[in-house]
Every structure is written in C-alpha cells, then in structure tokens.
C-alpha cells in the first residue's frame, strides 16, 4: 500500500508561486504513475497534471500548460507541482493520487491512491 502527504499550500498574490510536495511512503514508489488533482468548492475533482512511472512523460490540463511543471524524485519518493503565475481561478483543494496504471491515474477517481489534500488560495 501507499500512503500519500500533500504539503507546500498556502496563501499567495496572483502572479506568485508555490511549490506542492507529495511525500509517499513504501519502497515500490517507482512502480506508481503520479497525478495531481484540485477542487473547488461546488466544483467537480479536476484534473492537473499527471507523470508516468518513469517520468518520460508529463501531462497536464490546458489550463494550466505552460505555468505548473509536475515532477518526481524516486530517490526520495516525492513527486512535486511547482506552480507559477497563479491565478484566482486556481484557488483550490489540491490532492496528489497514485496508481500503478497510468491510465487509471489520469482519470478523476480512478487511481487507488489519495493524499488529504492542501489548500491553495491566490488572491486578486
């Protein structure tokens, strides 16, 4: 099993940046594609981004291409989101999530892991 602690939220301007850490637990971390997923209240779980289990491939959502870069260390069994250019619209609940299946990874509700989450909230 995998145990998923998102950190690095906070409170920033639009325009700022932050950084989201999600540190897993186990020694097969290598084995699980990765994936970011935000909500915001009344909102549907959206989407982010999303790594393969090697890291040669990076997805994201239009909305945020160009500006939030998903990363992943396997030495230290962490995936990163580095956020930049923050907008008001991306004011939300952020939660990491794993599956072993990239294709379930990528899908809202379809990775068998789920982090608690971090609030992220930029001001106008």
């Known amino acids: 099993q995998v145990q998923l602690v998102e950190t690095g939220g906070g409170l920033v301007q639009a325009g700022g940046s932050l950084r989201l850490s999600c540190a897993a637990s186990?020694?097969?971390?290598?084995?699980?594609?990765m994936a970011w997923f935000r909500q915001a209240p009344g909102k549907e779980r959206e989407f982010v981004a999303a790594?393969?289990?090697?890291?040669?491939?990076?997805r994201y959502t239009e909305s945020v291409k160009g500006r939030f870069t998903i990363s992943r260390d396997d030495a230290r069994n962490t995936v990163n989101l580095q956020m930049n250019s923050l907008k008001p619209e991306d004011t939300a609940v952020y939660y990491c999530a794993a599956d072993t299946n990239y294709a379930d990874v990528i899908r809202a509700g379809g990775a068998d892991y789920w982090g608690q989450g971090t609030q992220v909230t930029v001001s106008s």
């Open positions: 790594i393969t289990r090697s890291g040669g491939t990076r």
């Open positions: 186990g020694r097969t971390f290598n084995n699980y594609a």
